[in-house]
């Protein structure tokens, strides 16, 4: 009985260890395989092969459409709480809500669409997915600081995943248009994804450091909200 009254807790743990899980599996057969490139590669480049690319999808996708679920629930738990703050953090509870699952979905779509065979696709919802997922965090960090559940690990995994957010966006900058003096071209490196083979620059392992900093900024947040999630039933 207990373990069904916390079956949104235990959702939230296997969505978190689950996506940590896969990077880690990914990243450790695509490297010892030759196929990636150990320092440091980009997320997406990972799944270019199999079996990495089916893990990468499954595992990831399952994580993220876990996280499609707790949006909903977190809504349902924000709206009280929201309501107490004003009436603009009632109206932005729902609009979070959309944002999130939107996210959600072209996480989905990101991580099952891979960076070699669908760039534009592939670049357009992974966007999608680190900005909302941003979002959503920043509000859910704000909701719970101002009605006393405050929290200094998510308050600093908030703070993290943006500054790596906007550091990740600036290289990547600088990665293309470095390119672009090279190639003559600007996206370039969106048509082309480095392979074991590529010459990193500097601005491209600073690029995939910050989206792994950031990626694992989200999942520490998230772990800060099982407390919210205690006795509270699918």
Known sequence: MKNKQNSAKKLLEISVFLGIGTLLITYIISTTSGRVASFIPIISEMPF????????GTGLGISIFSFLILAQIFHKIFKPL???INS??????DIIRIIATLGAICGIITVNFNWNTYPILHGITAFILFTSFLVWNTFAYLV???SGRG???????????WVFYVFMAIFSVLDNLELQ??????FYRMNNP?????????????TAFCEWAMVFSFYTGALTHRKELERIQI
């Not at 603009?88 to 509870?93: C, K, L, P, R």
């Not at 480095?194 to 600073?206: A, K, Q």
């Open 82 to 84: 929201s309501k107490e």
């Open 88 to 93: 603009n953090y009632e109206n932005m509870n």
């Open 181 to 186: 003096n090279e190639k003559g071209d600007f």
């Open 49 to 56: 092969n199999e079996p990495e690319s089916s893990i990468f």
């Open 194 to 206: 480095p392979t074991v083979d590529t010459e990193r620059t500097i601005y491209l392992n600073i």
């Open 151 to 161: 929290n200094n690990i998510r308050k600093y995994a908030v703070y993290a995943g």
């Open 144 to 146: 719970l600081e101002k």
